[in-house]
């Protein structure tokens, strides 16, 4: 069922920043399926548009964990330097995945992250 875009954009937004606020995710977890099963977007197309809706909400949220004292903001840039190698060549390769095959994989991941952090 797809519900009008009018309606489940701000819905999704604002969940989407309560999330990544709260639990420090949001883009994969929340976006991704909504905007596919909700809004009618391929799969594709919602790996790529949930990287470029979560970084102004990392953003926002980054500022108020560092204000808060709730950051290594050195931890932080070492990370993010593979993280940005890492996400282009994960980017690069997606092209290369079949939309079905790409929803597996995803959901594979995102089932053994639940699994991990029940544990």
Partial sequence: MRIAHG???PVV???TGVI???LGIGGGTI???AM???MGVSQHKAHGTSLAIILPTALVSSFVYRINGSMDIY???QVAI???IGGYLGARLMNY???ASLKKIFGAFILAAGIRMVM
């Fill in 20 to 22: 990544n606020g709260l």
């Fill in 36 to 38: 596919v099963a909700l």
């Fill in 7 to 9: 309606i489940m954009i």
């Fill in 31 to 33: 976006l991704i399926p």
């Fill in 75 to 77: 931890l932080a840039l």
């Fill in 82 to 84: 593979g993280g940005m």
């Fill in 97 to 99: 995945i079949p939309a």
């Fill in 13 to 15: 937004g604002i969940l």
